[in-house]
């Protein structure tokens, strides 16, 4: 199957989740700030219209991300949504009404050409359609432990960039598991109906998994600036959804002397995305 489709929709996914980013993050500073994990929270920012945008964008970006990830390897859909956080910048630079500088645009061309470099490199397969459930139960135990570890260590600190940070890596991992999930129920849908993805467990599996990261992404917003959360839930979300990729669906990507412009791609990707956390445009004040 080609890429032409999947990377299509998965633009469409990172551009619709950035918009969601700054508008729910615009929301979620708009309520009484919580030190706590307080489910309350989403009945507060049901009453803000600009959280209601944002969790349209949202639907819009599931609906991309669904159809790319039923076209297309985990392991080339994920890894697009770095693109989020230029996106994101840019949105906001344009709400708040302020240019970003030279630099900042660089960094943006740095995260799009080493994208480029890296996944051309890689080139990932489809791997394997079917996954079988010993090869879920770790992977769900792993995912889930992680997540867990990581909301518990945010929480425990002060409002700042590392509770921010803790919390938007845990949300990383838990959209790199909805990802997954979504995937195999995709597959469901395809060769059993209608019927046989209303009765996967991966249907609400990965929505149960979507619920926890968008509850921990209120919190992560709440929690410090855009500038510390976003490249732990950027970054962190093509990690663990690359290696969910190779374990669960034993998706191959290209070794030898491609890992060398495989790593060259990374380290743009990694040196513009700290340069856009470093300078990028904190939406608590404008700056």
Request: glycine fraction near 12%; aromatic fraction near 6%; include cysteine.
């Amino acid at each position: 199957m080609g890429v032409v489709l999947p990377v299509l929709f998965a633009l469409l996914a990172a551009f619709s989740n950035a918009l969601a980013t700054v508008l729910q993050r615009r929301a979620a500073l708009s309520v009484p700030q919580t030190q706590g994990f307080r489910p309350g929270l989403i009945l507060d920012l049901l009453r803000r219209p600009v959280w209601i945008g944002g969790m349209l964008a949202v639907v819009v970006a599931g609906v991309g991300q669904a159809v790319a990830l039923a076209t297309g390897p985990l392991s080339l859909v994920q890894p697009l949504f770095v693109l989020e956080l230029p996106l994101a910048l840019l949105l906001a630079s344009l709400m708040t009404g302020r240019h970003l500088p030279r630099g900042m645009w660089l960094a943006v061309g740095g995260v799009v050409v080493g994208l480029g470099v890296a996944l051309a490199s890689a080139a990932p397969d489809a791997g394997e359609a079917d996954v079988p459930l010993d090869r879920w139960v770790p992977a769900l135990a792993a995912s889930a432990g992680a997540a867990v570890l990581l909301a518990a260590a945010g929480l425990k600190r002060p409002v700042g960039k590392a509770r921010a940070g803790c919390l938007g890596a845990s949300t990383a991992v838990c959209y790199a598991l909805t990802a997954a999930l979504m995937k195999d129920s995709m597959r469901v849908l395809d060769t059993d109906g209608v019927v046989g993805f209303l009765t996967a467990w991966q249907t609400y599996g990965f929505a149960a998994a979507g619920v926890c990261a968008v509850l921990l992404l209120e919190h992560a917003m709440q929690g410090g600036p855009l500038i510390a959360s976003q490249p732990a839930l950027t970054l962190g979300d093509a990690t663990v959804s690359l290696l969910l990729g190779v374990v669960l669906y034993r998706e191959d990507v290209r070794t030898g002397w491609w890992v060398v412009p495989e790593l060259l791609g990374v380290a743009l990707i990694v040196m513009g995305v700290l340069t856009l956390a470093r300078r990028g445009i904190d939406l608590r004040d404008g700056h």
